[in-house]
């Protein structure tokens, strides 16, 4: 029998952490885009009957930007509330500092904020939906009335979206109701099933794509091009959540 030994099997095992590239993917929740971008082609198409491509993508862009910058600011802000509940979030496990993804996601909204500027009715619309990002995230936990800040934050896109191309229509304002509505009650949804919700919310969640495709078809004259891309974005946003949880 030797007193010698390598001490290996008594020390803890370290955890790796994650890259950095992954935690932003995580943080961000980019697998939830396409259904930004279907909600901005639904904005659009109730404000005008043609749509212009490169307008779309700047606006598309724009929106996604402050979707992300919001997500960052949410995991941010619930830092003290993921430290105890949610520890293997990138923030409390130590893969990124707080501060610098509260600074990230300011910068993010201020970015998307810009790319709205040729239109000052869109920038109005873009301040608003940046405001309610800041404010439902800063006092989501134990609200009544987040989910219905929650819902106006996506309504707010069909806004955007419309006062960025032919302008806000009483068209868009119903469609942005309707999403709003929608998503509210996803929220409630999602708050009640909890750790339960397993497939639940990532199909409600993608089914914001479908939402807006039968808008496009009942109330737009978008076309058969942008119903198509608002059905198929259920489909990627759900193949993404594969790879990138979306809550």
Known sequence: MTGAHTGATHLPRLKSRRPRW??????????????????????????????????????????????????????????????????????????????????????LLGLGELLLAPRSSALIFGLALAVAIVLYN?????????????????????????????GLTAAAVVGA???ASYVAALTI?????????????????AGISIVDAVFIAIVTSSGALAFTAAVLGFGLTLFLQRFVPGD
């Open 22 to 107: 992954r935690s932003y993917l995580l943080l961000s929740r980019v697998s939830n885009l396409p259904t930004i971008w279907t909600n901005v082609l639904a904005g659009m198409g109730a404000s005008s009957a043609s749509l212009e491509w490169s307008t779309y993508v700047r606006v598309a862009v724009a929106v996604s930007l402050f979707y992300s910058g919001g997500m960052l600011l949410n995991d941010a802000f619930d830092e003290p509330f993921d430290r105890r509940a949610r520890p293997e979030r990138p923030i409390p496990a130590g893969d990124v500092s707080r501060r610098e993804v509260f600074v990230i996601g300011a910068v």
């Open 138 to 166: 800063y006092r989501h936990k134990a609200n009544r009335v987040a989910p219905l800040i929650m819902g106006a934050c996506r309504g707010l896109v069909y806004c955007v979206a419309a006062a960025a191309w032919g």
């Open 177 to 179: 109701v309707v999403m």
């Open 189 to 205: 949804v999602a708050r009640l099933a909890g750790a339960n919700a397993r497939w639940l919310v990532p199909v409600l969640i």
